[in-house]
Structure formats: C-alpha cells, structure tokens
C-alpha cells in the first residue's frame, strides 16, 4: 500500500486519511497476544511500539501511528477518537478522514464523548474534517 493511499497532502498542507486502507491494513497485519491486548482493552490506552522519524512532516508520523493502532477489533468511534488523539500529540490542528460511508448522528457524538475535549467534527458525505480548536491561530 503506498504513502498516497493512506493520507493525501495537498499544496495547502491539507491531510486526508483514507480510513478504508487503515482497515485493510489492520486486516493484514500479524497480531501478537500483546498487540491484540492492547488493541481491545481501552484500560490499556493507546500504546505505540515505534515512534516515527521526527525529520519526517507530522502527516508521515501521524500515518506511521496510525498504522499501529487502528483496528478492526475496536468500533470506528474509538479508532477515530485515537485518530484524532494522534493528531493532537503531533500538533496537527486540522485533517480530514475518508470513511466508508457517512457516520450517524449518535456516533460523532460517541467520538465527541471518546475523545473527551473539544473539537470539530464537520461530515460532508463520505469525509469527516475535524479541527481541533486549542491549536487554532
């Protein structure tokens, strides 16, 4: 799968997330008992096992962290609200998240809820924009 599947850059420093291939992605990966634990157990938090290359801009960091904790074992709420927790720890206030199809009401409310502080969840069709308001100019 190659960097442009996963997050598209645009002139403007725009983020895409292509969630569809985070999920492929998590399909094809080799899961160890530790992994699959720290998958599903929400007491657990979010654990990563290699941190990126900080040379690397926050969009390649954000998707290399992605790529180690999006999993088809957890809802698509709390897969996105670990998107977002990601973004946050690499300073990117703003980026969007193709999803498979739009998502209800009640669930960016439970991403709202997972996520806990306050942000932006705008739904346009398929695409979710998020912005992170403690990071605005």
Partial sequence: MSDKELASTGRDCHICLNYIDFLAASCKKRWSFVDAIYGVM???GMVTKNSPDQ???PS?????LALQIISTQVSDEIN???LITL????H???FEILLPYPLS????????EEYVKPLSLEQHDDRLTIAMPAFSH
């Fill in 60 to 64: 390649e960091r954000l998707k290399a």
């Fill in 87 to 90: 973004a946050e720890q690499q």
């Fill in 80 to 82: 996105i609200a670990r």
């Fill in 105 to 112: 009401e009640q669930q960016l409310e439970a991403i709202r």
């Fill in 92 to 94: 990117i206030e703003r």
């Fill in 42 to 44: 929400p007491i657990f």
């Fill in 55 to 57: 040379s690397c801009p």
